[in-house]
Structures are given as structure tokens and as C-alpha cells.
């Protein structure tokens, strides 16, 4: 926000005092895909999120001894947005037409003249501000030109401790029968005293070609003349894949 003094040739700069009464920050972020070939064109608004900087009571603005110069104020404020906004991103032929995310800021002020209020020190209008309120309009509104505004998402790589491998201990409940006149090959009271041991991480990143996987087969309640007779003839593994691109 800047204040600049108005002058004549016939007169010095004067001091400009003016009342804020308010200043109103609004995000905006929308979603727009053009196709020149389809003549095709889809908006969504994604959010409009605005905050009022001033709260209770206006805020005096001067540029009294720096009236020959324009006097400006930076206005810090925290405006919190959703976590589930997309960042921005262009796609589609933007060369033919504006396609992809964007975020906006706008900022709009209402403010009056200092010199030209009437009322007590407490802020309160008098009976001829209060008559002449109706024919003049003393609150004046500017409106700040759109600046763009970059939205970027960071994501935290996994700790060490994502890495680390998880284990399992599995049962063995039943085998597939070749056909329903043969028996398994192996007897269901010897199946259900077998345990198996997996070792498998956690997770894995996307660029790996290999990770970690261990598998041990246990009997413990089995004697040990029926545990020399088990024997691994294959192995095969089923791997499902399970992308997590964002948690909480």
C-alpha cells in the first residue's frame, strides 16, 4: 500500500491522512483445460479463500514528513490453505490456449478520508455525519491488481526406519488336491505344523529393480524323522503392487 500527497503549482505538498477501515486478502486457484481442435473448454474453481486484515477498529495511514515522496507499507499476513490443492502446473497446448492450474491473489481496501470524517475521539459519527452519510460516500474502495501466485508441493522422503524389513510368521491351513480321488501329498496334520517366515520391507522405492525378501520354513511341533521328509520343490511368489503418494 502507498500514499502519494497531491500539489498544485500554487500550493506545497500536503499531508494525506487517511482511514483504513479494511483490507481483504483473497486466494483464488482454478483449473482451466482448452482444446482448439475439439473447440472444447472445461473450468473448475478450486478455492476462494479470503481473510480481513483489519479486525476491530481502522488503522490511521500518513505520510506527514515525507510528503514529497511516496510512502508505502508492507503488510505481512498468514493466509492457511487446504493441504489437498494441487500445485501449479501447465498442460494441454498452452501454446494455443491457457490450460492448467493456476493461483491468483487479490487484495481489495476500503478506506476515508481522515480529514473529512466527523465524529468524537472515540470514533463514533456525530448527528451531521449521521444526516449526511446517505448523500455522500466518504469510504472509498481500491481494488489490487491480480498477482500470480506459485503453489508448490513438497513431499518428505521416507524415514530409514520405512526401510526396515517387517516380519511375518504364517500358518499353513490347507494344499490344492490334484483331483478329488487323490489324496494331498502331504497329510493335513503334518500341513498344519508347518510355519512359514517372511521378511519383507516395508516399502521400496520406485527406481529399485530389487529389494530384500526372505522366506524360512519352520516344524517345531513336528518330530524330527517326519521334518527330514519335507522337501521344497518350488517356489512362487504373487507381488501386488501398492502406490502411496501422500499420508497424513
Given amino acids: 500500500m502507498s500514499l502519494t500527497s497531491s500539489h498544485s503549482l500554487f500550493e506545497r505538498h500536503r499531508a494525506v491522512r487517511v482511514l483504513l477501515r479494511s483490507l481483504v486478502i483473497t486466494l483464488e486457484g482454478q483449473a482451466e483445460l482448452v482444446a482448439p481442435e475439439a473447440a472444447g473448454y472445461s473450468a ?24 514529497d515522496e511516496p510512502c508505502t507499507w508492507h ?3 498468514n493466509l492457511p490453505i487446504p493441504g489437498w490443492l494441487p500445485a501449479n502446473d501447465l498442460y494441454g497446448d498452452c501454446r494455443r490456449g491457457l490450460s ?11 478506506y476515508a478520508n481522515a480529514d473529512d470524517t466527523h465524529g468524537d475521539d472515540n470514533g463514533t459519527q456525530s448527528w451531521f455525519s449521521a444526516l449526511c452519510t446517505p448523500f455522500t460516500s ?5 481494488h489490487a491488481q491480480a498477482r500470480p501466485v ?8 521416507p524415514s530409514a526406519e520405512s526401510y526396515r524389513p517387517a516380519f511375518y510368521s504364517i500358518k499353513a491351513s490347507g494344499q ?5 480321488d487323490q489324496p494331498p501329498p502331504i497329510p493335513a496334520d503334518i500341513v498344519s505344523k508347518i510355519e512359514l517366515l517372511a521378511s519383507v520391507p516395508e516399502c521400496v522405492s520406485v527406481d529399485g ?3 530384500p525378501f526372505s522366506l524360512n520354513i519352520r516344524t517345531p511341533s513336528l518330530p524330527e524323522s517326519q521334518a527330514a521328509k519335507l522337501r521344497v520343490s ?3 511368489l504373487q507381488l501386488h503392487q501398492i502406490e502411496q503418494y501422500r499420508s497424513v
Fill in 44 to 67: 473448475v474453481r478450486l478455492c476462494t479463500i479470503s481473510k480481513e486484515l483489519v479486525l476491530k477498529t481502522a488503522v490511521e495511514l500518513s505520510n506527514e514528513g515525507h510528503e
Fill in 75 to 77: 503488510v505481512m499476513f
Fill in 100 to 110: 492448467g492450474t493456476q493461483y491468483n491473489l487479490y487484495a481489495t481496501a476500503k
Fill in 138 to 142: 466518504r469510504n472509498k474502495v481500491v
Fill in 150 to 157: 506459485t503453489l508448490n508441493r513438497f513431499a518428505l522422503p
Fill in 176 to 180: 490344492e488336491r490334484r483331483s478329488e
Fill in 209 to 211: 529393480e530389487r529389494f
Fill in 234 to 236: 518350488h517356489l512362487s
